[in-house]
Nanobody, 119 residues
Framework: QVQLVESGGGLVQAGGSLRLSCAASGTFLRLDDVGWYRRGPGNERELVATITRSGSTAYGQSVKGRFTISRDNDKNTVYLQMNSLKPEDTAVYLC?????????????WGRGTQVTVSS
């Protein structure tokens, strides 16, 4: 069984910062590629950032220069540092991970953590 838990969301004023965490636990061999996504008030899903196991990163255009994705492979945890937050960053943030298990790679979604940015 696998558990994927996001944390670190909350209410912050515009210009503030938050750090999200996505921790994977359970029975798997390796945490591979990870992505952070968000679902805004219109319920559309947007790619925020991705990171490979080796640390290569990519970002959505709307967050470039403000957000930083990183990971700790020993802790099976991926982080999203969010700076200079704007009201339009308000969304449920979800992590999506590829986990390598004995029979191949499986994809999992977390339940999400709410980020609310007030103006």
């Amino acid at each position: 069984q696998v558990q994927l838990v996001e944390s670190g969301g909350g209410l912050v004023q515009a210009g503030g910062s938050l750090r999200l965490s996505c921790a994977a636990s359970g029975t798997f061999l390796r945490l591979d590629d990870v992505g952070w996504y968000r679902r805004g008030p219109g319920n559309e899903r947007e790619l925020v950032a991705t990171i490979t196991r080796s640390g290569s990163t990519a970002y959505g255009q709307s967050v470039k220069g403000r957000f930083t994705i990183s990971r700790d492979n020993d802790k099976n945890t991926v982080y999203l540092q969010m700076n200079s937050l704007k009201p339009e960053d308000t969304a449920v943030y979800l992590c999506n991970v590829d986990l390598y298990v004995a029979k191949g790679t499986w994809n999992y979604w977390g339940r999400g953590t709410q980020v609310t940015v007030s103006s």
